[in-house]
């Protein structure tokens, strides 16, 4: 269960406060992986990052019984100076679970090669998500944040990414963000839009998608 209350998050932006997330009281359902489903800039990321922790909202807060990943596919979640290897040995310590089954996952996992043992800062976009991603799927969560990850990379890497994620979701829940509506529908079975700092749940995710659909029209 994840539920917010009075969250509330907004930007300066050219001297104007703009609001992306409006005083929401809302209470995700247990066992639902969610689409997360709203226009370019619409604050989807934002919203990932308060539910994690990694971002501070303006007033209220969020309320879980479970584990929650950091949002995969975001490469802020690393320290750039440390080494790929080096950042996993620290996540390792902090979420409690076996420091070299972690590294040896992630290491094969993300394909990284010598770079897995190089600063973070020498990475493209691209490996700093491979490696975010291979980090959260060698530790179970609760609930995994998904932002655009699983089309990161080449064919086979991406089918590699797509197994990994769907045996995860067998025991777990998901709140993802993408642009492909074939992806949220292998693996969201219900939806939110956000729109104008307002978030509307929806039960049938196809609704979902097409009130969403219909927005960008």
């Known amino acids: 269960m994840i539920r917010f209350e009075n969250l509330t ?33 619409a604050g989807k990321s934002t919203l990932l990052q308060i539910i994690a922790g990694t ?4 007033c209220g807060r969020v309320v879980s019984d479970g584990t929650i990943s950091w949002p995969v596919g975001l490469g802020g979640s690393f320290h750039k100076d440390l080494t790929g290897a080096e950042n996993v040995r620290f996540i390792a310590r902090i979420y ?13 996992f993300a394909e990284l090669g010598k770079f897995y043992h190089m600063p973070v800062r020498s990475y493209s976009s691209g490996m700093k998500s491979r490696l975010t991603f291979g980090a959260s799927m ?8 998904v932002d655009e990850v699983t089309a990161v990379g080449d064919r086979a890497f991406r089918r590699k990414s797509r ?21 949220v529908r292998q693996f969201c079975n219900a939806g939110l839009v956000l729109e104008h700092g307002r978030i509307r749940y929806f039960k049938d995710l ?10 960008l029209e």
């Open 163 to 183: 197994a990994v994620f769907a045996d995860r979701m067998k025991h777990s829940s998901a709140i993802m963000v993408s642009h492909s509506m074939n992806q």
């Open 96 to 108: 409690g679970v076996d420091t070299d089954d972690l590294v040896n996952f992630v290491e094969d």
């Open 55 to 58: 971002m501070r909202p303006d």
């Open 206 to 215: 196809d609704e979902a998608i097409e009130v969403h659909e219909a927005m």
């Open 9 to 41: 998050k907004s930007f300066r932006l050219k001297g104007e406060r703009k609001v992306v997330i409006d005083n929401l009281n809302l209470t995700l359902p247990a066992g639902k992986s969610l689409a997360l489903l709203g226009r370019n800039g």
């Open 138 to 145: 060698g530790i179970r969560f609760d609930t995994y944040l």
